[in-house]
């Protein structure tokens, strides 16, 4: 068995469990076919209804059609090889509040997709559950790194989120790479500089740091090369209310790598990001909107006085 079929059986035993007579649709944009075609010859092993339907590659734009929708509201599970992330769809959302199991992979690339062959989805649901509690029940979280940044997030009376990778119970859905503990902060009170090492389309052939001045929860002056006038651009485009900042989020996955690929990036253990936006995360999912996640490797995070991650490596029990 090569290592992509690996990653393809790791998916669909360990992280939906599919069971036999389950329907699965497989949604697909170019060029993500041949790794589509791989999860749908692994799930024929459980379960011979399963089917592969290609989506236009702009269709989170013009959306699509409402027989398909109905579509995928039948299904049992949803697998999406795609680019963008599904989430925000709402054939998306009316489909996991009718008890769905969906798992989305957006921007998936090879060598991550081979990374799935050795991930442990119960470790990952483990930890993340566990910060994500620690996020609960802590007042402020201070972030440092070794590449400047220097952020106070305020985060009384948020609850954190828990993303794990494990979509075995109906109605629930991940993206994969999966591994994030993340909470809102409280608004209009992160303060600090961050430093872009991944996100937010940042270029690291760019000979200028991306950096965001965060003052009264919102980027309030960004500073950089071509990058930062890019981000500029975005956020003028998007609107003034896109600069708040709106999650703060920690990488959970240790098998995860650096690789430049944000999508796998803010997944990986110690890492941390923050995204700017107009709405906090809720009780399902932040998007996928890389553009808008602003990542840092090998964090130090202090939370209560306490070191949880120190230069990338946990420090919890």
Do not use: W
């Not at 749908?40 to 092993?45: D, F, I, Q, S, V």
């Not at 379960?47 to 059609?65: A, D, E």
């Not at 993340?128 to 590449?147: E, P, Q, R, T």
Request: hydrophobic content about 35%; aromatic content about 6%.
């Amino acid at each position: 068995m090569t290592k992509p079929e690996k990653s393809a059986q790791s998916v669909i035993n360990r992280c939906l469990e599919v069971k036999k007579g389950e329907s699965v649709l497989i949604l697909v944009t170019e060029p993500y076919l041949d790794i589509a075609q791989l999860l749908y010859k692994e799930c024929l092993k459980k379960t011979k209804y399963t089917y592969i339907f290609f989506l236009p590659k702009n269709f989170h734009r013009i959306g699509i059609h409402a027989s398909v929708t109905n579509f995928i509201q039948d299904m049992d599970i949803i697998i999406a090889v795609t680019t963008p992330s599904i989430s925000p769809m709402e054939a998306r959302i009316k489909a996991n509040q009718t008890g769905t199991r969906i798992v989305s992979l957006p921007n998936i690339t090879k060598p991550t997709f081979i990374r799935f062959a050795n991930t442990d989805f119960k470790k990952i649901n483990r930890l993340s559950k566990k910060l994500s509690d620690i996020l609960s029940i802590a007042k402020i979280v201070n972030v440092i790194s070794a590449n400047g940044t220097r952020l106070q997030i305020p985060i009384e009376n948020h609850h954190g989120y828990a993303e794990t990778g494990l979509i075995n119970i109906p109605g629930t859905f991940s993206h994969l790479p999966a591994g994030v503990a993340c909470i809102t902060p409280e608004a209009g009170k992160t303060e600090g500089e961050l430093v872009v090492d991944s996100g937010m389309k940042y270029d690291r052939e760019d000979p200028e740091k991306l950096i965001l001045y965060i003052r009264e929860g919102r980027a309030a002056r960004i500073k950089g090369g071509h990058s930062a006038k890019h981000l500029r651009q975005k956020l003028a485009q998007l609107g003034s209310k896109s600069r708040y900042v709106i999650e703060f989020g920690i990488g959970t996955n240790d098998v995860a790598k650096i690789c430049g690929n944000p999508t796998e990036d803010e997944k990986v253990l110690g890492n941390v990001y923050i995204r700017l936006g107009h709405n906090s995360i809720n009780d399902e999912i932040s998007d996928m909107d890389m553009s808008l996640h602003g990542i840092v490797y090998k964090a130090t995070v202090e939370v209560k006085g306490k070191r949880i991650i120190e230069k990338g490596r946990l420090l919890l029990d």
